[in-house]
């Protein structure tokens, strides 16, 4: 029997192979330069203008005064800033402790159902999609000496807490606001790499006598752990920026015991306007989540986030 002749190849146009490679692609690269323009504006000159402002005195109506370190001699000499270093990393702790592992069981429970999974999610999101304004007004009330948590208290016979106006409290309370507010979006991401998982793995184990909760630590946390991991590092350089929520409910009080350092950046620039030292203290910080940004590029490159 005859074989079939595959048919030859189209040869490439004798041009076309001497084109340049950047031709070749000139309109791709076409699409891409108004998101790479306002990405350099919006992104890039302001880090730039950052560390070229950090070794000046700001003034807008006398001028700019090169003063070279003492911008930096300001922030190192300013117990503030060791306060707001302090707040910072307590701060990040708590998310991690408190708030960390919310999405993760919730996102495994949900897994779990066999009824009503989309409603659950719906309404596990649904905090995430609450206004600022209205999401610090409810807590508000919510904390309040005669709001609803210390009414409940009240009623079981235990002390009702100053959740605003206690030092011990007030950074606590921020953290359980705020994993109500954002924990859908993780628990999103997670749910997803959940059902991701092979059924079959888990079948197998039900075969094998494994209960529930053996089937979640031999089977699903290992299957998610790069995804954990990246989730952490990308939790800790977001909440080492945090400051809306303390600025808006409690200004860094009581006692300065909510005043974060990018708080302490946002007084410097709008409160003492004292730009020079705003940027250098942005300058540090932009070195050290540059360098979990380094981390978290290395980790995601071996493989890290795959599930």
């Known amino acids: 029997m ?3 002749v595959a048919p030859n190849p189209i040869p490439l146009d004798a041009s076309y192979r001497k084109t340049p490679k950047w031709r070749k692609h000139i309109w791709g690269y076409l699409f891409l330069l108004p998101a790479a323009v306002i990405f350099i504006m919006f992104l890039w000159v302001p880090i730039v203008k950052g560390m070229f402002y950090s070794f000046y005195d700001i003034d807008f109506v006398k001028g700019n005064t090169f003063v070279g370190f003492d911008n930096y001699r300001t922030v190192f000499d300013d117990g503030d800033v060791w306060i707001a270093v302090k707040n910072t990393l307590y701060y990040m702790f708590l998310c991690i402790v408190i708030g960390f592992w919310v999405p993760i069981l919730f996102a495994i429970a949900i897994s779990e159902l066999r009824r009503f999974q989309g409603f659950v999610r719906v309404a596990a999101y649904l905090p995430n999609v609450v206004p600022a ?3 610090y007004g409810l807590w508000r009330w919510f904390y309040d000496p005669v709001g609803p948590i210390n009414g409940f208290l009240t009623q079981t016979g235990a002390e009702s807490i100053s959740f ?5 409290w007030s950074m606590i309370s921020l953290v359980l606001m705020e994993t109500w507010q954002q924990f859908g979006s993780a628990m999103l991401i997670y749910l997803a790499a959940v059902l991701s ?7 197998a184990a039900e075969i094998d006598g494994a209960g529930i909760f053996r089937r979640i630590w031999h089977i699903t946390l290992p299957s998610i752990r790069g995804l954990i991991l990246l989730l952490f590092l990308l939790q800790l350089i977001g909440t080492s920026q945090g400051f809306q929520s303390q600025l808006a409910l409690l200004d860094g009080g009581p006692n300065k015991a909510t005043l ?3 708080l302490l950046i946002v007084k410097y620039a709008t409160a003492k306007l004292d730009y020079g030292v705003a940027s250098a203290l942005g300058v540090l910080m932009f070195l050290v989540l540059g360098g979990l940004a380094v981390l978290q590029y290395r ?3 071996k493989g890290g986030a795959g599930v």
């Open 2 to 4: 005859n074989q079939p």
């Open 133 to 135: 304004v209205v999401l």
């Open 164 to 168: 605003l106006t206690d030092r011990a």
């Open 197 to 203: 998982i092979p059924k079959d793995w888990y079948e």
């Open 260 to 262: 974060t350092y990018a």
């Open 299 to 301: 980790l995601n490159n």
